[in-house]
């Protein structure tokens, strides 16, 4: 059964830095899309980074908008671990990120990190 560990969450001042990881079960390449997705105290889960892999398309990165410029995605194969470097952090980014890894049609999730960002 795949599995998906994150960590690296905690406590951080208004414009410091934190790296996010994600270690996966399976060969983190033969993935169709890892994400990382946040979600704020009383709302709803969204989108901050992913990979996705669209076949003929071939992959693509998205970053969202709002996180764009400060924090960045990448993978280490040897580790099949995916990252989520953010720098600048505001108190806006504070909320708890999930890992998502989609192999095939099956979709599985992270427990969670807390990030919190103290003005």
């Known amino acids: 059964q795949e599995q998906v560990v994150e960590s690296g969450g905690g406590l951080v001042q208004a414009g410091g830095s934190l790296r996010l990881s994600c270690v996966v079960s399976r060969d983190i390449f033969s993935a169709t899309a890892m994400a990382w997705y946040r979600q704020a105290p009383g709302k709803s889960r969204a989108l901050v980074a992913a990979y996705t892999y669209g076949g003929v398309t071939g992959e693509s990165t998205y970053i969202a908008d709002s996180v764009k410029g400060r924090f960045t995605i990448s993978r280490d194969a040897a580790k099949n671990t995916m990252y989520l470097e953010m720098n600048s952090l505001q108190p806006e980014d504070t909320g708890v990120y999930y890992c998502?890894?989609?192999?095939?049609?099956?979709?599985?999730w992270g427990q969670g990190t807390q990030v919190t960002v103290a003005s």
């Open positions: 998502s890894a989609k192999w095939g049609s099956k979709l599985t």
